[in-house]
């Protein structure tokens, strides 16, 4: 069959024609012993794509190996622990029955660990096909398969229909070759092979609620764990998917593409409702890349909860932008139980703003935090030192943003991250074709990219080195948790009577108590 033939979707109305026993893998966590900022959360891609194939007529079950392992973390080395089941557990878990093992790598900095996994996989079951998917596979699909021979095929973007159609024509060389957004090794030839990729699901509320019933969830709940603040069962969702906006730091476009999706707010409540009666949550914490980009979506939804009175708190903990912000919005976000916002602003430079295509208003950010924080709501900020081109001067308008935060507005968090040139996103593939990566592709740069390993990190700034970005970003710390303390006072009062008591209203207060509870070797959660 000709290759410009249409190619093959895999709708939910459709059932397998050959239902498969399909085991999903979400593999344990690598982290620094001392990191400071390094989340468990429940694998929330992974639940979605369970369901999906689950709808579809699919036999399906889930390893998570860090919500199965949350209690028996291990220290690999003097720096590194691993959190979740081991490699061998992971292995025992597979189904007997089982026919296909997809895995999932969401970050770059995984790579090295989930190729190892991927291996012993296939090492104890040479007979399963493995199949992969996340965002690190999107953004380097022929890489992974090429450093990785075991792999049979990768997903790119969303998972559910991709992985659906891939599963149907496992055995169909022809419509395998038809089968959009997959990326396969040919099984004659060993040549891999790239279809074209396939479009967004444009019905986002038609997929089925992400299959929480496979997975031990109630061990993140019963833990309160997840990326914002830990406020009791904090529960994962999306009321959206997808970003407009084109930063060129990020790996979004590759991954999702450049179209944002809302959720029906009326179907997203009714999640939230049996979420609320099924696991009797406190909390819902959002991880939409950008949840908020239409005012009107947000206030229906706002009011939406409001009117429902679910008696429960909800955080945006993912860096979100200003522009549908205001007071109206910050009011009614207050009225509807949303008690963490966090934004995104990356720089307080506007040359740097420019040179990593962030359109964003500085100005417009401001307004918006000292809207939410008149309304009483709790505020976090994201900032992003050392892109390539970035100057001194650059960073001295940064820090002199984060005393704005710090101290005239006031703002309660601030994370100071460093630049990593992240695999999909538009600034990696100019670093790579200047020849400005060093050390590309090789294990010991896939573990730079993540935040948490202090020891890996790079500068890719021409301008200053190593030493000199670890200076700014303590610098950073500096400037605005101190300043922020003494120009009021009563936050230390609740600190410190948060942090006995284990109800945070912080993000901060919350990265503090986990990172005191390793020292103390009692977690690494």
């Not at 084109?246 to 959720?263: D, G, I, L, P, V």
């Amino acid at each position: 069959m000709a290759r410009t033939a249409l190619p093959i979707v895999f709708s939910l109305s459709e059932r397998a024609t050959r239902p498969r026993v399909v085991v999903l893998v979400r593999p344990p966590s690598f982290v620094s012993r001392l990191a400071v900022a390094a989340p468990l959360t429940p694998p929330l891609g992974v639940a979605y794509v369970a369901a999906y194939l689950r709808a579809v007529g699919h036999r399906v079950s889930v390893v998570d190996a860090v919500g199965e392992g949350l209690h028996q973390p291990e220290l690999l080395d003097q720096r590194r622990v691993r959190r979740g089941l081991s490699f061998a557990q992971i292995v025992a878990r597979i189904d007997p029955a089982c026919e296909v093992v997809g895995v999932s790598c969401m970050f770059s900095s995984e790579w090295p660990f989930v190729k190892e996994l991927i291996g012993l996989i296939h090492r104890e079951r040479p007979e399963l096909r493995i199949i992969v998917g996340g965002e690190h596979i999107t953004a380097m699909p022929e890489h992974s398969l090429e450093s990785c021979p075991e792999i049979f095929g990768a997903v790119l973007g969303e998972g559910e229909e991709t992985t659906a159609a891939l599963l149907e024509h496992l055995d169909d060389p022809e419509g395998l070759a038809r089968c959009a957004g997959v990326v396969y090794r040919d099984r004659t030839t060993g040549a891999l092979r790239r279809n074209p990729r396939m479009g967004r699901i444009r019905n986002i509320d038609e997929l089925p609620w992400p299959a929480w019933d496979l997975l031990p969830i109630e061990n993140y709940l019963n833990q309160g764990l997840g990326l914002g603040t830990r406020r009791g069962r904090s529960f994962p969702m999306l009321a959206t998917r997808g970003c407009p906006f084109q930063c060129a730091f990020c790996s979004n476009k590759e991954m999702w593409m450049t179209r944002w999706t809302a959720r029906d707010p009326e179907k997203l409540l009714d999640e939230i409702a049996d979420a609320v009666e099924r696991y009797r949550i406190d909390d819902v914490q959002f991880f939409d890349l950008t949840a908020i980009v239409r005012k009107s979506w947000l206030l229906e939804f706002a009011r939406g909860l409001e009117r429902r009175r679910f008696g429960i708190t909800w955080q945006l903990p993912v860096g979100t932008r200003a522009e549908a912000i205001d007071r109206e919005v910050a009011r009614a976000l207050m009225a509807s139980g949303c008690c963490t916002i966090t934004f995104a602003p990356e720089s307080g430079s506007p040359q740097t703003l420019r040179r990593i295509d962030k359109k964003v208003d500085l100005a417009q950010m401001r307004r918006a935090m000292s809207d939410c924080l008149a309304e009483g709501l709790n505020v976090k900020a994201n900032i992003m030192l050392g892109f390539p081109g970035e100057t001194h001067g650059d960073v001295w308008k940064t820090l002199r943003f984060i005393f704005a935060l710090s101290v005239p507005i006031g703002i309660h968090d601030l994370s100071v991250y460093p630049f990593s040139p992240y695999p999909g996103s538009a600034l990696f593939a100019r670093m790579e074709a200047e020849g400005r990566i060093d050390g590309i592709l090789s294990d010991r740069w896939y573990l730079s990219l993540s935040y948490a390993e202090f020891s890996a990190l790079q500068s890719y700034s021409e301008h200053f080195g190593l030493r000199s970005l670890r200076l700014y970003q303590l610098l950073g710390y500096l400037i605005f948790y101190p300043l922020n303390f003494l120009a009021r006072p009563v936050r230390i009062y609740r600190l410190v009577r948060n942090l006995i008591t284990g109800r945070h209203q912080s993000k901060g207060e919350t990265i503090i108590a986990l990172f005191l509870r390793r020292l103390l070797g009692k977690a690494y959660g």
